[in-house]
């Protein structure tokens, strides 16, 4: 159990631009509740808690000035779209106590309900108006250290992984005391990533949005989305995920390609592959992958640097069957998710995929609101499909408040929904873990042939 000791409101330490913020179709589509991560630190400097805290928050007000965005509050307008008040209502910060030593939340797994009480709590129920976009809990755990796991809670509308990565590892930055560069400062304007910004090219289907397969002979996804998931982490050495990358590029029925899979693609197939092994559905069972690829470089000209919002577009592989996945070597796969990627990674596609979602009369179709939604059959992506992420290039453990650079990173809650996310280590010897969640009555079976089959 966890307990409270204080709740701060932290507002902007100086004056900042007030008004109405244009949030972009890239943040429109995502959800509008927050995304909840954890970072585990050891106290190797005999730092103490009370005096971190207090630097957290003087520190937190100082770079508020800098990212105001995230001391206002979202509100809808007319037409059902989310906007930004910039407001400077501000940022919550807690201290917390838990009765628990660090080694018993275990490896602060997602199943485990104890994660909760390291976690701000959020009340989704109140008019978004009043919802704060960013919020973080500092918790001592019990013991004769010092550890302490940092929650931090952003909403997704505002910020994708890369900005709030910046922004936390920026605020990490001034606490330790040091100052910022000019060209670490975030870029805020978003008009350069909207629709008012870009002529009207929608020149392309864009099968990213349509419904996703069902299971043969069903009609809806109704009954899958009501079954029980599982997380797992799920580490592969650097020896191991060279031996992936080695066999998607043994290529298939003679073909080849111009450069090596990354180890996202081989990773990702051979994830996807596994899932349709441990299913064991009908060999014609159609399945597909999402993900999102950040664009940033990909547009033209290219967003600035520091660009704080989501660079991101949604992509989606051609629908394979079940049969092809299982019986073709994971290069198979790996070609899919290429070709899902490289589409949406040109300027013409992505301001395509930009205006098609401007046109949309509502967002109902295209959103969910919170973590734990999927919103009826539209975008489910369980069984038979997979959500496939790629983290590795994130720079998570320079995130270091004077405390030494985090153990443990990971995510706190995750959508009841088959997905597979790719992320570094610590250790930063080449090795990877998967963040994996998958129906709890295939989980077993998954992890039998993720393994037997490297």
């Known amino acids: 159990m966890a307990t409270i000791i204080a709740s701060h409101v932290v507002t ?39 005096e971190l805290v207090q630097r957290m928050r003087d ?8 990212y105001y965005p995230l001391s206002g509050r979202l509100n809808w307008t007319k037409c059902g ?8 209502k ?17 490896d602060f797994s997602p199943n485990d309900d104890a994660i909760k009480e390291l976690i ?10 009043e919802l704060p976009l960013f919020l973080v809990q500092v918790t001592k755990f019990h013991g004769d250290g010092n550890d302490i796991a940092i929650a931090i809670t952003i ?9 709030s990565i910046h922004f936390i590892n920026s605020w990490a930055k001034l606490t330790r005391g040091d100052s910022l560069d000019p060209n670490e400062l975030p870029f805020l304007d978003r008009m350069v990533f909207t629709s008012c910004s870009l002529p009207a090219l929608q020149r392309f289907d864009h099968p990213e949005f349509n419904p996703p397969p069902l299971i043969l002979g069903r009609t809806d996804s109704s009954e899958e989305q009501k079954k029980k998931t599982r997380f797992e982490f799920l580490k592969l050495t650097a020896e191991q995920v060279h031996k992936l990358k080695q066999r998607a590029n043994t290529g298939y029925s003679g073909e080849s390609q111009e450069r090596a899979y990354s180890r996202f693609e081989a990773i990702g197939a051979h994830i996807w592959r596994c899932a349709c092994m441990a299913r064991e559905l009908d060999t014609n069972q159609p399945t597909l992958v999402k993900t999102v690829v950040d664009v940033r470089n990909k547009v033209n000209p290219p967003l600035p640097k520091n660009y704080f919002g989501n660079g991101l577009v949604t992509a989606v592989t051609a629908t394979c069957c079940v049969g092809d996945m299982i019986s073709e070597p994971v290069s198979y796969g790996a070609k899919r998710i290429r070709e899902a990627v490289e589409r949406v990674s040109n300027d013409e596609y992505i301001r395509s995929q930009l205006e098609f979602v401007a046109r949309q009369e509502t967002m109902d179709m295209l959103r969910t609101e919170s973590l734990e939604e999927c919103r009826a059959d539209y975008f489910f992506p369980g069984n038979p499909n997979i959500v496939l992420g790629c983290w590795l290039h994130l720079p998570f453990y320079e995130a270091d408040f004077g405390w030494g650079k985090p153990y443990h990173f990971g995510p706190t809650i995750v959508p009841h929904i088959d997905l597979g996310i790719l992320a570094p280590t610590p250790d930063a010897d080449g090795s990877i873990v998967i963040f994996m ?12 042939f993720f393994w037997d089959n490297l």
Not at 59 to 66: A, T, Y
Not at 120 to 129: F, N, R, T
Not at 155 to 162: F, K, V
Not at 437 to 448: C, E, G, P, S, V
Request: proline fraction near 4%.
């Open 12 to 50: 902007p330490k100086e004056e900042t631009p007030k008004g109405l913020f244009c949030l972009t179709e890239s943040d429109q589509i995502n959800r509008w509740s927050h995304i909840t991560t954890i970072y585990v630190y050891k106290n190797n400097n005999n730092v103490n808690v009370n």
């Open 59 to 66: 520190s937190l007000s100082q770079i508020l000035v800098h």
């Open 81 to 88: 779209r989310l906007q930004m008040d910039c407001n400077a």
């Open 90 to 106: 501000g940022a919550i910060l807690i201290q917390a106590e838990s009765k628990k030593t660090m080694a018993e939340y275990g």
């Open 120 to 129: 701000p709590k959020l009340d989704i129920s109140q008019p978004i108006e």
């Open 155 to 163: 909403s997704h509308a505002i910020s994708d992984g890369i900005s």
């Open 437 to 448: 969640n998958f129906q709890m009555a295939h989980m077993d079976n998954f992890i039998k």
